[in-house]
């Protein structure tokens, strides 16, 4: 298997030296060579899942706080142009 680490390495915008590459070959093709041996587990009885120790992400509802509606109304009151409660700004794009 050719590794191209100098084609690599330009997409990354690496500069390396030869005794980093000739390192970074070794090392890249032990890891494609791990991932050739992952393919021979049969996994065919096995579920997919994204999360393997059950932990969920905890989180809130997005509600706004009666402090932050009374905020984001003054920033509005002071803004010098407003439309349809956002700030209006100047175009950027064309």
């Not at 590459?21 to 050739?36: D, M, N, P, S």
């Not at 003054?74 to 010098?80: E, G, R």
């Amino acid at each position: 298997m050719e590794l191209n680490v100098e084609h690599i390495a330009k997409l990354a915008r690496l500069g390396l030296g030869e005794e980093e590459k000739e390192k970074i070959r070794r090392e890249l093709a032990a890891i494609l060579e791990f991932v050739e041996k992952l393919k021979e587990v049969d996994t065919k009885n096995v579920e997919p899942t994204a999360q393997a120790t059950g932990r969920q992400n905890v989180t809130r509802a997005d509600e706004a706080k009666k402090e932050e509606e009374q905020q984001r109304q003054q920033i509005l009151n002071n803004a010098p142009q407003t439309k349809n409660e956002y700030l209006k700004v100047k175009e950027v794009f064309e």
